[in-house]
C-alpha cells in the first residue's frame, strides 16, 4: 500500500508525534508497503524537477532518517513561523494524502485529535486511521466527554471548568479539597496537568493553564493505582497498571524510559479486570471510537473505579502503552500497525 504517516503539527506534543511517526512509518516499510513520513504543518517540497509524479514519493528507496530529520529541523523556529501563517496544511499534504491508500495519523494533540483534520479528509475523500472527526471532538474536550461518560454509566472524578474571562472559582465552592487536579480541558500527554496542594498552587495553575488553553478542568484527586486499556474495535485488550517511579504519570514519566514501571497484564482480581474492561469498552461506545482507542482508569484504596480519559490517537513511541497491551496478545508492533489500518478502512 502506499501510505502517508502523517506527523508532527503545531500541538505541544510535536516532539512525541514525530517519534511515534519515524517508528510506524518504518514498521510499515518493514512489512512491504511504501510508507513516507511527512509533517501535516509544513508538508513535502516535489523535487528540483518540480514532477508531480506520486510514483516518485511512494518509491522503494526511501530514506526515513533524512524525512525525520527535515521535519525536526523547523522545531526550534515553530512559533515564529506559527505568527506568519494563516494556512494549517503544508506544501502538498493534501495532494500527496489524496494519492495514497491512506493516512496513518500519528499526530498527537489539539491540531490531529480534535477532529479538525478528520473533517477536511472527510471533505477531500482522504482515507485515515482512528475515529472520525466527532469520535475526536468528544473525546478530545474533558469537559465534553466526562459528561458523556457519566451519562452512560462510567464513573468520572468529580469535577467542574473554569473558563479564562470568567470568575475564578474555587475548590472548595464544589467541595473538593486539596490536593487536586487542574488540567487544561484538550491537552495531552499529560502536558498542562497540575497537582496542586494549596490556594496558591492552584491559583497559579490556572494562571499556566490559560496560557496554553481558554478551559480548564479541576478534578477531585484520586489516590490510587492507574490503569489504561486499549479498545481495538470494540473489543478491550489486557489492562497494563502505569506506576510512576517518582510523581504522577506526567510527560516527564511518559517518554523517559526506565521512570515508570509498567505491568502488563494488570495484577488485579479477575473480576475487577472485567470491570474495567467493560468500562473501557462502553467509553468507547458512547464517544463513538469505533476503530480503536486507549482509555485511562484510576483505582483507589476501596477499588472503586474511575475513568481519567479517552485517547482517540494513543502513542506509538517505545514506551507507549498500546504496543505494550498488544503484544500480550501475540501482536506485534508492525502487526499493530497494519490491526490499525485495517479497521480503519472498514469503518
Not at 471548568?161 to 479539597?177: A, F, M, Q, T, W
Not at 473501557?280 to 485511562?296: C, F, P
Amino acid at each position: 500500500m502506499n501510505i502517508v504517516v502523517l506527523a508532527g503539527g503545531i500541538s505541544t506534543e510535536r516532539e512525541v508525534s514525530i517519534v511515534t511517526g519515524t517508528l510506524v512509518c518504518s514498521a510499515l516499510r518493514q512489512r512491504g508497503h511504501r510508507a513516507i513520513l511527512m509533517d501535516v504543518y509544513f508538508g513535502l517540497p516535489m523535487d528540483e524537477t518540480g514532477t508531480k509524479d506520486m510514483e516518485k514519493i511512494f518509491s522503494e528507496d526511501y530514506n526515513i532518517d533524512k524525512a525525520r530529520d527535515y521535519i525536526n529541523s523547523f522545531n526550534e523556529d515553530l512559533d515564529s513561523i506559527k505568527e506568519t501563517r494563516r494556512e494549517f496544511f503544508g506544501e502538498n499534504v493534501i495532494p500527496i494524502c489524496q494519492a495514497a491508500d491512506i493516512v496513518f495519523m500519528a499526530l498527537h494533540g489539539a491540531e490531529g485529535e480534535n477532529g479538525k483534520i478528520q473533517s477536511a479528509f472527510d471533505l477531500f475523500g482522504i482515507p485515515y486511521t482512528g475515529t472520525d472527526h466527532l469520535g475526536s471532538a468528544m473525546a478530545m474536550n474533558k469537559n465534553i466527554s466526562k459528561k458523556i461518560l457519566q451519562y452512560s454509566g462510567v464513573p468520572v472524578p468529580k469535577g467542574y471548568v473554569v473558563k479564562r474571562g470568567e470568575d475564578i472559582i474555587l475548590p472548595s465552592n464544589y467541595h473538593i479539597s486539596y490536593p487536586c487536579v487542574v488540567k487544561v480541558c484538550c491537552g495531552g500527554s499529560s502536558v498542562g496537568v497540575y497537582m496542586v496542594n494549596d490556594q496558591e498552587q492552584y491559583l497559579q495553575a490556572i494562571k499556566q493553564g490559560f496560557e496554553l488553553e481558554e478551559e480548564i478542568v479541576v478534578e477531585e484527586y484520586i489516590k490510587g493505582r492507574e490503569f489504561s486499556v486499549g479498545v481495538i474495535e470494540g473489543q478491550a485488550l489486557p489492562i497494563i497498571e502505569i506506576c510512576p517511579k517518582e510523581g504522577f504519570y506526567d510527560y516527564k514519566n511518559k517518554y523517559n524510559a526506565g521512570m515508570t514501571v509498567e505491568t502488563c497484564p494488570a495484577q488485579i482480581e479477575e473480576k475487577l479486570t472485567k470491570k474495567m474492561q467493560n468500562y473501557a469498552q462502553t467509553a468507547a461506545e458512547a464517544l463513538m471510537l469505533h476503530t480503536y482507542s486507549r482509555i485511562d482508569f484510576l483505582m483507589d484504596e476501596r477499588e472503586q473505579i474511575y475513568c481519567l480519559e479517552a485517547n482517540t490517537l494513543p502513542g506509538m513511541t517505545p514506551t507507549s502503552l498500546l504496543p505494550q497491551e498488544a503484544q500480550q496478545v501475540g501482536m506485534s508492533y508492525g502487526e499493530l500497525c497494519e490491526k490499525l489500518i485495517e479497521v480503519s478502512l472498514k469503518s
